[in-house]
Each structure stands twice: as structure tokens, then as C-alpha cells.
């Protein structure tokens, strides 16, 4: 069985930072997939929030993150980061780590991946 399982969510004041991790489990390891993370808050779609090649040579950014967030992967420990800086309001939202072979005109949609964690909340707020 291949899963995944994020954490490291939690609250944070505007500006503050978190980091989010994500485990592959089972037999799924993180070096032979795509990895990303998507968020999706309240009332909203899954919007995709970075990605990260299966070489973890090429990292990939949505215009509202880029100089903020950082993606990383760690093979032998099986997991993939999200450290996430300057943190706003409106980054608020359930976080979501994808795995899937995708290519990369479709590393931005969520449909192109298989694997699915069951989501680590992030609030932003004073």
C-alpha cells in the first residue's frame, strides 16, 4: 500500500513561518514520483503551491509563494518539506501533498497526481 502523510501544520502570526513535512509510507518512496504540495481553503479549489522533480533538480513555484516558500526533498528519509516564510492571511488553507508521474506541462494540476495525504491545516492569523 502506498501512502502518504503530511505534518507540521498549525498557527502562525503574519510573517511568522512553518514547515511542513510529508512522509511516503508503505511502499510509495519519494524518489520515484513527482512530488508537490497543493492547498485548498474554505470554499475554494485545490490550488497548486510548489513541486519538486523526481531528480529533485527542478523546483517549480505558484506566482503567490515564489521567494516565500521552499520546497526539499530527502530521499533516504522519505520525505518531502514545505518550509514556508512570510507567512499572510490569505495563505490559510488545508495543505496537501501529491505524488504522481506527471510531466511537467501538467506539474501544476492536481488531476496528474495519484497519491493524496489526508492534509495538514494552516492558519494564518493575529
Known amino acids: 500500500q502506498e501512502r502518504l502523510a503530511e505534518s507540521g501544520g498549525g498557527v502562525a502570526l503574519p510573517g511568522g513561518s512553518l514547515r511542513l513535512s510529508c512522509e511516503g509510507r508503505g511502499d510509495l518512496h519519494v524518489r520515484n514520483y513527482e512530488m508537490a504540495w497543493f492547498r485548498q481553503a474554505l470554499g475554494k479549489e485545490r490550488e497548486f503551491v510548489g513541486a519538486i522533480r523526481r531528480s529533485g533538480g527542478y523546483k517549480y513555484y505558484a506566482d503567490s509563494v515564489q521567494g516565500r516558500f521552499t520546497i526539499s526533498k530527502d530521499n533516504a528519509k522519505n520525505t518531502v518539506s514545505l518550509q514556508m516564510n512570510g507567512l499572510k492571511p490569505e495563505d490559510t488553507a488545508v495543505y496537501f501533498c501529491?505524488?504522481?508521474?506527471?510531466?511537467?506541462?501538467?506539474?501544476?494540476?492536481?488531476?496528474?497526481?495519484?497519491?493524496w495525504g489526508q492534509g495538514t491545516q494552516v492558519t494564518v492569523s493575529s
Open positions: 501529491g505524488a504522481g508521474l506527471v510531466v511537467l506541462s501538467g506539474i501544476r494540476d492536481a488531476k496528474n497526481y495519484r497519491h
